[in-house]
T-cell receptor
Framework: AQTVTQSQPEMSVQEAETVTLSCTYDTSESDYYLFWYKQPPSRQMILVIRQEAYKQQNATENRFSVNFQKAAKSFSLKISDSQLGDAAMYFCAYRSGKNFGNEKLTFGTGTRLTIIP | KAGVTQTPRYLIKTRGQQVTLSCSPISGHRSVSWYQQTPGQGLQFLFEYFSETQRNKGNFPGRFSGRQFSNSRSEMNVSTLELGDSALYLC????????????FGSGTQLSVL
């Protein structure tokens, strides 16, 4: 079974600074997807960024980028120019690349990010 | 385009009762998944429906069941409620293929007294 580990329960960063959230995972599969989701106080899970395991290039979405190290099974999220609206719980998630019956996401325990004005 | 809609937002029940939660996916989405979120266990997958068929199931007791209608709307039912069923229940929808993004609703907060 796949597992996802987030070792930082809480992180804080000064507004406009850069912060990196860590995530490691364990799988025997070669084809899979990795995600970072953000959950603000509204409770809605919002997709921040997605990485396909077969792609060597790290995904980037505006101020959000990942450092995907497939051999090390590491998938960290970097947030640049942190803004007050970035304050939330951040969850790392894994999904198998098998094509049928695998919509299941396996989530880490989350990292609570606080932005200091 | 409307997002994923979950009703109700909040629900209070007593032990032994049953409850039904509803999820309306994004228009055109055929897959609906359900997750339970608790402080102790985190986010856990319950089940996924695609075109009215359960396609995948997590490790939850038979008291947890679901269904999907022809318009892709889904309901989740929990019978004989226990205190430990208190949780935020999240629904997610997608087009249903593996490389499609999942979009989540804001959840239903269930409290069992």
């Amino acid at each position: 079974a796949q597992t996802v580990t987030q070792s930082q329960p809480e992180m804080s960063v000064q507004e406009a600074e850069t912060v990196t959230l860590s995530c490691t995972y364990d799988t025997s599969e070669s084809d899979y997807y990795l995600f970072w989701y953000k959950q603000p106080p509204s409770r809605q899970m919002i997709l921040v960024i997605r990485q396909e395991a077969y792609k060597q290039q790290n995904a980037t979405e505006n101020r959000f980028s990942v450092n995907f190290q497939k051999a090390a099974k590491s998938f960290s999220l970097k947030i640049s120019d942190s803004q007050l609206g970035d304050a939330a719980m951040y969850f790392c998630a894994y999904r198998s690349g098998k094509n049928f019956g695998n919509e299941k996401l396996t989530f880490g325990t989350g990292t609570r990010l606080t932005i200091i004005p | 385009k409307a997002g994923v809609t979950q009703t109700p937002r909040y629900l209070i029940k007593t032990r032994g009762q049953q409850v039904t939660l509803s999820c309306s996916p994004i228009s055109g989405h055929r897959s609906v998944s359900w997750y339970q979120q608790t402080p102790g266990q985190g986010l856990q997958f319950l089940f996924e429906y695609f075109s009215e068929t359960q396609r995948n199931k997590g490790n939850f007791p038979g008291r947890f069941s679901g269904r999907q209608f022809s318009n892709s709307r889904s309901e989740m039912n929990v019978s004989t409620l226990e205190l430990g069923d208190s949780a935020l229940y999240l629904c997610a929808s997608s087009l249903g293929t593996v490389n499609e993004k999942l979009f989540f609703g804001s959840g239903t907060q269930l409290s069992v007294l």
